[in-house]
């Protein structure tokens, strides 16, 4: 680029201009057509950066720097196109509206496509514009004070006019400066091919492969190899702009660069996980780790369907065919624990697709808490069975699942004999026990699909699906025989409880209601109650023993 100063000073004056041969006419021509096709290509490529410049400044970064490139590289042609001092000259003070630019924001793109985006402070870009701003105000002198450009003049010597100068100490600090920028830029684009995966390798090897060709025509310029005065620097720029257009439109580079990453907020508590627009994983959080200990920098570039192929969830929802948040378990036993994944779109203005967030919030003991507040609804405190409310619930349930398939269903309530006795005589403790007793003896005589709750004081309900009324009848007596042959031990004191129980139920072809059904057992129990106690009735029927079939 130009930052370099020219050699072989020609003492040839504008009188001693020399015949431009064809050969030197179509040198120049080709040098010029070229050079304003690079800046056209250059113009275009900052154009898509630009338009990306919602996936985070590193678009913003290389745009400037495209355009700053191709101001420069449209600037040396027209030069080369002039052929009077002062167009010469006007051109070159142009052209260093795009060289002070182009070395400090790559080393800024760099940045911020190799991880280090968060270093992009106030005091960086303060010290990155000291030596451009310095650079850019004395370019501007040229043809006045010069302090930019010590002695400038006319060069013959390639056969058609061409700016040449006198170095000065501030044009080795230039050198130095812009070397620097490239040298460190260079090296973090190489740093990332070896730490990266494979798809952000093929990414740093482009940046590091464009970055290349104006750092060889630096190195060239300055060291005198060349065999003219023509600056090679633009030229070679037109190699860097055919290898990003191959990256951009090849492996969609700009798709790719680390979206967002100032809202991954490294020391949040809640996992993060960012993917492109072709879902493919770019980047996470730490705490994505506590999630899921296995993920690696390995994972970043495959997709989310490689990377999580067991949770049809999570995919379902990554997919849009699910919408909202979803619930997901990890681990088992002790080691389980929930999240809640929420799912968002990344768009630019233009509400165009550019990534998108997946956040996993760690709901463990809030799911604990709940799960306890909604035990603690649905069951008796005391028994530990369901509670009025919650079995109504369950009981509406199996009712309209009756109602809708047929079968049988059948209800038993019962209620313990002479409870109030129980309590005035061994207390209002011994009378809880005898709750207790009843719950977890009849719980073991019964299977997992019958409900059995406590609606009452000491009055009970147990529905039975499947079952038809004459087996429901069979399982009160047994249920009645069983607490009437169990001893109840309280302070050294034994005694037994009794219970009476009323049986209702339908069949296939009847759809008796919730309330029919309760008010049919709740007469049979009344009826149960008035002949003494401990017996089981069905409907109004005759009082039923087990012994008596």
């Known amino acids: 680029m130009r930052w370099y100063e020219c050699f072989n000073v020609s003492n040839k004056t504008d009188q001693d201009l020399p015949v431009e041969n064809d050969v030197d006419m179509s040198e120049r021509i080709f040098f010029i057509v070229e050079l304003i096709l690079t800046s056209l290509v250059l113009v275009l490529l900052g154009v898509m950066a630009w338009n990306r410049r919602s996936t985070g400044k590193a678009s913003i970064f290389l745009a400037i720097c495209m355009w700053a490139s191709a101001i420069y590289s449209f600037g040396y042609g027209m030069e080369l196109n002039s052929s009077t001092q002062a ?62 450009h010590i002695n400038p003049r006319i060069d013959y010597s390639s056969g058609y006019p061409m700016f040449n100068y006198d170095r000065n100490v501030w044009n080795y600090i230039a050198v130095g400066y812009f070397s620097l920028c490239l040298g460190v830029s260079t090296m973090l684009f190489a740093s990332s091919i070896f730490r990266s995966v494979a798809l952000f390798r093929r990414s740093a090897l482009v940046y590091l492969l464009g970055s290349l060709p104006p750092l060889f025509g630096l190195f060239y310029q300055n060291l005198d190899l060349l065999q003219n005065n023509i600056d090679y620097t633009p030229f070679l720029l037109s190699i860097s702009g055919m290898i990003f257009v191959y990256g951009f439109s090849r492996l969609r580079l700009l798709d790719i660069i680390p979206l967002a990453r100032d809202s991954i907020f490294e020391n949040m508590s809640t996992g993060v996980m960012i993917l492109d627009r072709e879902d493919r994983v770019v980047d996470y959080n730490p705490a ?43 681990g088992e036993g002790i080691d389980t624990a929930y999240y809640r994944v929420n799912f968002s779109r990344m768009e630019d203005k233009k509400g165009q697709l550019i990534g998108k967030i997946i956040n996993f919030y760690e709901y463990t003991m809030e799911k604990d808490l709940l799960d306890e507040l909604v035990s603690q609804a649905a069951h008796d405190g005391l028994t530990g069975i369901y509670n009025r409310q919650y079995f109504m619930k369950l009981a509406e349930q199996e009712i309209q699942r009756h109602s809708r398939h047929g079968g049988d269903l059948s209800l038993i309530m019962f209620d313990l004999d002479h409870f109030k006795e129980i309590n005035d005589t061994y207390g209002h403790a011994a009378g809880d026990l005898v709750l207790v007793t009843v719950a977890d003896l009849f719980t073991k005589m019964i299977r997992k699909s019958d409900i059995l709750a406590r609606i009452g004081g000491e009055e009970f309900v147990l529905l039975l699906p499947e079952t038809k009324i004459e087996s429901a009848q069979v399982l009160a007596e047994r249920l009645r025989s069983r607490l009437e042959m169990t001893m109840i031990e309280y302070e050294g004191q034994q005694f037994y409880a009794h219970a009476s129980f009323g049986v209702s139920g339908e069949g296939p072809d009847e759809t008796a209601s919730l309330d029919e059904l309760y008010r049919t057992a709740d007469r049979a129990l009344y009826r149960a109650k008035s002949m003494g106690g401990s017996v089981v009735c069905v409907n109004t029927q005759t009082p039923f023993r087990l012994a008596e079939i």
Not at 100 to 117: N, Y
Not at 298 to 321: A, H, M, N, S, W
């Open 87 to 148: 167009a010469i000259f006007f051109w070159v003070q142009f052209e260093h509206w795009g060289i002070q630019l182009i070395a400090p924001t790559w080393l800024l793109f760099a940045m911020s496509v190799s991880g280090f985006e968060k270093k992009i402070k106030p005091p960086l870009l303060a010290a990155l514009a000291v030596i451009p701003l310095y650079l850019f105000i004395t370019s501007q002198t040229l043809g006045t004070l010069n302090w930019a």
């Open 288 to 330: 994505m780790l506590l999630v899921v200990p296995r993920l690696n920098k390995k994972e970043i570039g495959r997709t989310i369907y490689e990377v999580f192929p067991d949770d049809p969830f999570l995919l379902q929802l990554v997919r849009g065919e699910v919408a909202g948040r979803i619930e997901l378990k990890f």
